[in-house]
């Protein structure tokens, strides 16, 4: 049986490698035809001008007046530079702060979602319209509804009888405000987390309640290691967007006040087009890949101790 | 006996669920009350008079809707010619990514060759690198060019792929079977007519969330058109509703008018949302999934 099994695929493998042979041949050249957009744009606006990144960065240039070799001046004068540190503290607050509380918000509004609830379908889609709008003017919008005095979110917090912070307009609450404005774009988590969480197989849910299992056991001994692969997900783009963050700073507090928002992608802008200090600005460009490179691989690192992939139980 | 505390149980078992549920509703209804609160309250204040943004206590619902506030606007400032510009943006952009994507995503996904692995990995390590290392370059490129102030610096680097929606589009080829690939193949048809007879047509709703994230994207675009634009003929929509403050009586206090100028910049990507919602959700929990 075993050798009939064996001669009938061999040789069935030896017609497919006949006719094929051509053909897979034809194939690579065609993948790498077809990929060519990506190779040529890979080329000429990404690994060009990561190379000339790298050189501006160890120049002193306005774009006006020729640059001037400086070597690490500018990576002394960050170091030196009590701005650059600033930037550096606040997107790290404001990273950690958005990408895990629209993780938690996303987890509990999805699980809460997938009790099979009538208009889960309607419901999912209102949660994910926050997500698709966004930009200068869903910022004009937070900017209003945060105004201390006439502002929506205070009107209300005054309806409850709490006296509202004064938001943007104050150097300790304008980063928070920045952050509980990101957490409004949890749909798109929510998403993912939904699906996943549909994903899990009913049977062990039903082999717990037989063992007697209690919502809280199932909870952290399947549904959330099951989940882990989602929040990997969320977690490892979330970071990568959050440290990028540029335009909602721009348009709602401009780095204020002082300069208790200004995110590190709004230093980095002031200082290529408002102060035209290109080569300072390519160093800093250069720190901030350095940062989300070792954040992203940390995390994959990080990951084979706390994600669990089904196919290792 | 032992039949009675089963259906004892079984009743409280379903009656803390009957509870657990009402409870979980009651919770998501006023989660989308909450989420929805900001997009109602920016519609509402573009309909009122000017007084009525600052009285106290708040008014919800302006007395007599004023559609004149989303007039104003383009009195205010050139609106209309913001529109048609970041309009024209948006759909070439379109046009570049699913083209591009596509295609690339077709031969990651349906064809075999040596280093195939390597150049996947290189495409999704670029999804780790920030806009800000070659904002500077790519600038300087675009100027050597003379492209500034022109949409080509917005337009064409969007002909060349981008890693995001080639994984998008990759996944999504995947799950259809390779076995009519094969079929084409033997049927005298080439790669090409694979792709555009056979992949293509049966892709429906990863092209529909491919194109609605395009227009989503490009539409609310600020950083490289607040770099590469700066003539007033030239600006998009985000540009123009940025700096609505420096136009005269747009600014301070004209709160309608922002929110009216906000709504109609945000109107376009909420009705696409809308259409497409059905593909486009689905789309996205599939492929974010299956990293």
């Known amino acids: 049986m075993n050798t009939i099994l064996t001669r009938r695929t061999g040789t069935a493998g030896v017609r497919h490698t006949a006719r094929f042979s051509g053909w897979e041949r034809q194939q690579e050249i065609w993948f790498y035809a077809l990929i060519s957009p990506w190779i040529v744009g890979f080329l000429m606006f990404t690994l060009g001008p990561m190379v000339a990144s790298a050189i501006f960065s160890l120049t002193q240039w306005d774009l006006l ?44 509004v999805a699980l809460l979602l997938n009790r099979n609830i009538r208009g889960q379908q309607f419901f999912r889609v209102i949660y994910y319209l926050p997500f698709v709008v966004s930009g200068v003017a869903v910022a004009w919008m937070w900017r209003i509804m945060y105004n201390p005095e006439f502002g929506v979110i205070n009107l209300v917090l005054e309806f409850f009888g709490i006296q509202g912070p004064r938001w943007l307009a104050s150097s300790a609450w304008a980063l928070p405000s920045l952050i509980i404005m990101s957490v409004w774009g949890f749909g798109g988590n929510m998403v993912i987390f939904l699906a996943g969480l549909q994903g899990i197989p009913q049977h062990l849910y039903e082999a717990a309640d037989i063992d007697g299992a209690t919502g809280a056991a199932k909870f952290w001994h399947i549904t959330l290691p099951l989940m882990t692969p989602a929040i990997f ?81 | 006996m032992a039949h009675n505390t089963v259906t004892v149980r079984a009743g409280s078992i379903a009656r803390a669920r009957l509870v657990g549920d009402l409870i979980a509703y009651l919770l998501i209804l006023l989660g989308a009350i909450i989420v929805t609160l900001p997009l109602v309250w920016m ?148 790669v090409l007519g694979v792709y555009w007879r056979i992949i293509m047509p049966l892709s429906g709703p990863i092209i529909v969330t491919v194109v609605i994230f395009s227009f989503l994207y490009h539409w609310n675009d600020f950083l490289a058109p607040l770099i590469y634009l700066n003539s007033e003929q030239n600006k998009t929509l985000a540009l123009g509703l940025a700096s609505i403050l420096a136009y005269p009586a747009g600014g301070q206090g004209r709160w309608e008018i922002l929110m009216a100028a906000s709504t109609i910049a945000l109107a376009p990507c909420i009705v696409l949302f809308f259409i497409g919602q059905k593909f486009f959700v689905q789309g996205i929990a599939l492929t974010g999934l299956k990293g």
Request: a neutral charge.
């Open chain 2, 43 to 190: 519609v509402t204040t573009a309909l009122k008079q000017n007084y009525e943004v600052f009285l106290f206590p708040p008014r919800w619902l302006p007395e007599t809707p004023m559609w004149s506030n989303f007039a104003y606007v383009f009195d205010l400032m050139p609106f209309g010619r913001f529109m048609l510009n970041t309009a024209i943006i948006t759909q070439l952009n379109i046009i570049g990514d699913l083209l591009s994507c596509s295609i690339v995503a077709f031969a990651f996904a349906r064809l075999k060759a040596r280093g195939k692995n390597f150049m996947f990995l290189l495409v999704l390590s670029t999804m780790m690198l920030p806009f800000q290392v070659t904002m500077i370059p790519q600038f300087v490129l675009f100027r050597q060019l003379n492209w500034i102030d022109t949409f080509l610096p917005l337009v064409v680097p969007h002909f060349f792929a981008n890693a995001y929606q080639v994984f998008l589009m990759r996944q999504f080829f995947l799950t259809i079977p390779k076995d009519l690939d094969e079929a084409a193949i033997i049927d005298g048809s080439n």
């Open chain 1, 233 to 313: 997900f969320a977690l490892t783009t979330g970071l990568i967007g959050a440290l990028q963050a540029f335009t909602t700073v721009y348009v709602m507090t401009s780095g204020g006040p002082g300069n208790a928002t200004m995110v590190y992608g709004l230093y980095l802008y002031n200082n290529a087009f408002k102060f035209f200090k290109m080569g300072y600005a390519s160093a800093l460009a250069w720190v901030l890949f350095a940062i989300i490179l070792i954040v992203t691989l940390l995390q994959f690192k990080l990951a084979r101790q706390w994600v669990f992939y089904e196919t290792e139980a």
């Open chain 1, 65 to 108: 007046t020729p640059a001037q070799w400086v070597g690490l001046a500018n990576f002394a004068e960050m170091v030196a530079d009590p701005l650059f540190w600033n930037a550096l503290r606040v997107t790290i607050v404001y990273a950690l702060g958005s990408v895990s509380l629209t993780i938690v918000v996303a987890m509990l």
